[in-house]
């Protein structure tokens, strides 16, 4: 389908794209009006028509002489009906109407806020890069720190390390960081969560790593009760620090495992366990209403690139996309946090437990 000023398009994936052509004057409110969602545009249409407005795609207009009152700025749309600019990724009315009534918006976490990626595979087992390289190219997009996390020995498909491996692995780190000064590697696993909820490495193993990502792999049918109790036996190990695309989807490829997330979340709130925003523009897991969700409830989340090739860590901006959706502040995602009291905080669970 398509005119004069807009086009239909339907891509490969089976979603519609329209493209529109407006005027300048018209450029703000056509960008509140067309791709905001349809919630949000009413809730924003009533509260115009009660002070006498009325808003469309071409700008905001005065109904009694229909004069046009801006439209060529986002901003205009909510400084005409009394509110501060509320960001696009809120935009679905799910309380962000009462909250910049309040002047209570979310400032909103942002790629720069960013200190290092959590989720970080090499060529030990099955990336494409070795350390230094990982390091360097980390470093050049401003990050300060960096968790090796290989897969563990139960993902043979993977190549994923032996306890012996991952030894010689934590001795190659440990030399790196002899020779750095402004950037530190992260010792850690990508470590299976076994089909009954064992963990893939003894507590003694676990106990010398910084960080322990743990991570279901395989069992996908399984029930809603043995999926769900896997992840809780995880998450109640003092050793694991954030749990992984907890989900387990592949967009376009592989719907969601079936799990309560809202006992996850409670476990992950009450153990001090972070959960992923996995950042792999296939996964985007979780996904924006379970990471709300998990803000209300104490959750620490991590923003990870889930990286195999070098260029995956700019896949970062598409994890922050779905933290901002979801409402997450800098303070709610510990990877903003220095490396100092990253570490304090991940020392924190295992406490009692050394």
Known sequence: MHGLTRSSVTIQEGVQVDL??????????????LPGSKAHNVRIREMALKSGLKINEY?????????????ALEEDVYRLVGLPFVPPE?????????????????????????????????????????????AAAAR???LCYLALTDHSQGLGVARGLSVERLMEQGEAIAAFNREQKDFRVLRGSEMDIGLDGSLDFPDEVLKKLDIVVAAIHSGFNQSRE????????AMRSPWVSVIAHPTGRLLGEREAYDIDMETLLRVASE???????NSYPLRLDLNDVQV?????????????SDLHVMNQFDTLHYGISVAQRGWLEKGDVLNTLE??????????KRKGAQ
């Open 140 to 142: 050049a997009r401003g």
């Open 90 to 134: 809120l935009r679905e009315d799910r309380g962000e109407i009462e909250a910049a009534a309040a002047g209570k918006l979310p400032q909103l976490v942002k790629l720069s806020d960013l200190r290092g990626d959590l989720h970080v595979h090499s060529k030990w087992s099955d990336g494409a890069h070795n350390l230094p390289e990982l």
């Open 59 to 71: 700008g905001i207009f005065r109904e009694e002489d229909d004069e046009r009152l801006g439209g």
């Open 226 to 233: 043995q999926l769900t109790a896997r992840i809780v036996a």
């Open 20 to 33: 529109r052509v407006v005027e300048p004057e018209s450029f703000g409110a056509a960008l509140v009006y």
């Open 271 to 277: 153990t001090g366990t972070a959960l992923e925003i």
């Open 339 to 348: 490396l100092r009291d990253l570490l304090k905080r991940l020392k924190g």
């Open 292 to 304: 709300r969700r998990a803000k209300e409830l104490g959750v620490a989340l991590v923003i990870s």
